[in-house]
């Protein structure tokens, strides 16, 4: 499979192909959860589909530290990518390694045991609590293989390669597709049926991608062995303030998702469809925003700064045709996507409500994936983390709380949709005037 060397080339036409199989790849992602929702919905009704709305919101908060080091892969393999340093690009390969595998199974074992008090704590609907908690903590068992078909990919994106991942994702969605319905249903596993079904199709997964990246010689691994400190050291320093971000966006969800739930099932219901929904609509902005990503690690590494700042340009054109067109076709079809999973009549009319008010604000919330990705390619991510922070806790969060006590459940949506536009402006205020063109990844130490 080529891997694409962005140091020289049409950016354009490399922006799109490159974020191509990326959008793929996330969609089918997206699609476990998507399936789940699907036939927990539609078998088992709205309080379980809020279920695992719920608990879906918790899985990415306890992961997002590992999903935030994850991140941090990007940039430091693109940037030895973009310098041509195999040797390099072989050993921080393997200390990423060494610590995913050990934080996963930390933050798998913390997630497991504190599952009933995060669900206390986000104030869940008591008859939602006994289905969200056997689902997450089934997800928490699964939590090594979850990361490590996702570390593969981002590997291998790095590189240059954003066509063999999606490979992997197919086996394990098609996998998903078939066991949802027989744990589910036949086995009458109800929701824990759907964890069991998802945990085992990424665990298959994981094991085949392993296999085929080192049968095809598709990464540059070396022999296992204990990382150098400095080389934890800077996976670290850029891994903390990205883990920390992860964790600051995901623990604002989590708040919003308080606001949701004072508003009652109903309101759970229907924004736990409409959020599936948006992980689907947003799909393109984040896959472009991990193709700039890549793409800039690489020309800043060679240190090809026009074509740094061209990808920007045109990752952020790119973002506005889509995310515009995606807009328009949301608002007509808003009602017959959230009925795909839930019939409930107040759900729906509140999930419907819900996408035709923040569909105007998608293409802002994708400026910020964009410019966010290139600067966090330089190795901004305390600043990153910093803009997540006044994003999400002081305007996401609180706007979100105070329309929602002036206009009810539909301020919900508009005070996201007033978050996203000013946290635009921020990010585009920090990649114009900012100094992340400054920085050094090799003076980034602990």
């Not at 940037?79 to 595998?101: C, R, S, W």
């Amino acid at each position: 499979m080529k891997q694409h060397n962005f140091t020289s080339g049409s950016i354009m036409k490399q922006v799109w192909t490159f974020s191509l199989p990326i959008m793929l790849t996330n969609l089918l992602q997206i699609s476990y959860q998507f399936i789940d929702s699907l036939w927990v919905g539609n078998l088992l009704g709205a309080n379980a589909l809020g279920a695992v709305s719920v608990s879906s919101t918790v899985i990415f908060t306890i992961l997002s530290f590992i999903l935030g080091i994850n991140n941090a892969t990007l940039t430091i393999l693109s940037q030895h990518k973009g310098k041509q340093e195999e040797t390099a690009l072989k050993q921080y390969i393997n200390a990423f390694i060494v610590v995913l595998t050990v934080l996963s199974g930390l933050l798998g074992i913390v997630g497991f045991f504190l599952t009933d008090k995060i669900l206390i704590w986000m104030a869940t609907p008591q008859s939602m609590i006994p289905d969200a908690t056997a689902y997450l903590q089934i997800n928490f068992i699964g939590i090594l293989f979850l990361f490590g078909y996702n570390f593969i990919s981002t590997v291998l994106r790095s590189l240059g390669d954003s066509q063999t991942p999606i490979r992997y994702v197919v086996l394990a969605v098609i996998l998903n597709a078939i066991l949802d319905p027989v744990f589910i249903y036949t086995f009458d596993f109800g929701i824990d049926g759907a964890a069991y079904a998802t945990i085992l199709s990424q665990g298959i997964s994981f094991i085949y991608g392993i296999w085929d990246t080192l049968r095809r010689k598709l990464v540059p691994f070396m022999k296992p062995r204990l990382p150098k400190l400095d080389e934890v050291s800077t996976i670290m320093a850029l891994g903390l303030p990205s883990g920390l971000q992860m964790v600051v966006i995901s623990a604002g969800v989590m708040a919003i998702m308080s606001v949701v739930n004072s508003f009652g099932s109903d309101v759970v219901a229907g924004f736990g469809a409409a959020q599936r929904l948006d992980s689907l609509i947003m799909l393109p902005a984040m896959a472009l925003g991990t193709a700039v990503n890549s793409m800039a690690g690489q020309n800043i590494g060679a240190h090809q700064w026009g074509r740094v700042h061209d990808i920007a340009k045109y990752g952020v054109l790119f973002n506005l045709i889509i995310m515009v067109g995606i807009s328009t076709f949301v608002v007509f079809f808003a009602e017959w996507g959230i009925r795909l999973f839930i019939g409930e009549n107040e759900a729906v009319h509140f999930g419907t409500d819900y996408l035709k008010i923040i569909a105007f604000f998608y293409p802002f919330l994708g400026i910020n994936f964009i410019l966010n990705g290139i600067v966090r390619a330089a190795g901004a991510m305390f600043q990153v983390l910093v803009l997540n922070i006044i994003s999400f806790w002081i305007f996401r969060y609180p706007l979100s709380y105070l329309c929602s006590l002036w206009l009810g459940d539909q301020g919900i949506a508009v005070g996201m949709g007033l978050s996203f536009v000013i946290s635009s402006f921020i990010a585009f205020g920090y990649y114009k005037f900012g100094k992340w063109d400054k920085i050094e990844l090799e003076s980034k130490k602990i």
